[in-house]
């Protein structure tokens, strides 16, 4: 299961083309709201998530952990003892983690960027720490994959589709879409 947190004040291009991008690959997604399942992104649109940070009691099913940017919304995410928990398992045990925006600073700051090549917003190089900056829209190394922003959010969503579903499906998806490259 791939979980997408969000978190009041989240960038809502790179959180709902992200989450439609998965499920147009029938990817197992599950929206996660930080402490409501109501939330309200950076332009003011509410969503109703799955599930709140109050219903994850397990880590069993977590093949992934999607973490949208904006602001606060990062700021927001990284203050939730749930998330980082969520973080920290994906981490220690191999599974996908996904930062677009502002996002990769968290993943910076919880020291998980290490010897890691990253990209994010310009102007949150320095808060990715121990990373080699990348200057590319996405950037993927091992199990960490970042993006630069809302513009790449469907380019961002296509990479994790590839790391499920494989480069051909996501060159299908890609055509399918009528996303240039």
Do not use: W
């Amino acid at each position: 299961m791939i979980y997408v947190f969000l978190a009041n004040g989240f960038e809502e291009i790179e959180a709902i083309a992200t989450i439609d991008v998965l499920r147009r690959a029938e990817l197992g997604v599950i929206t996660v709201g930080v402490g409501s399942k109501q939330i309200t992104g950076a332009h003011g649109i509410t969503v109703t998530a799955d599930k709140q940070t109050a219903d994850l009691v397990t880590f069993s099913d977590v093949d992934a952990v999607v973490l949208p940017g904006g602001m606060p919304g990062t700021l927001n995410l990284e203050k939730d003892k749930v998330v980082r928990k969520f973080i920290e398992f994906a981490e220690c045990n191999g599974r996908l983690i996904a930062a677009i925006c502002a996002a990769p600073s968290i993943l910076g700051h919880m020291g998980l960027l290490e010897g890691k090549k990253a990209t994010c917003f310009p102007g949150f190089e320095e808060q990715l720490i121990g990373a080699e900056f990348v200057n590319d829209s996405v950037v993927r190394d091992g199990n960490l994959i970042t993006a630069k922003g809302a513009g790449v959010a469907i380019d961002f969503g296509l990479e994790i589709v590839k790391v499920f579903c494989g480069d051909t499906e996501a060159k299908r998806m890609r055509n399918a879409m009528q996303c240039a490259r």
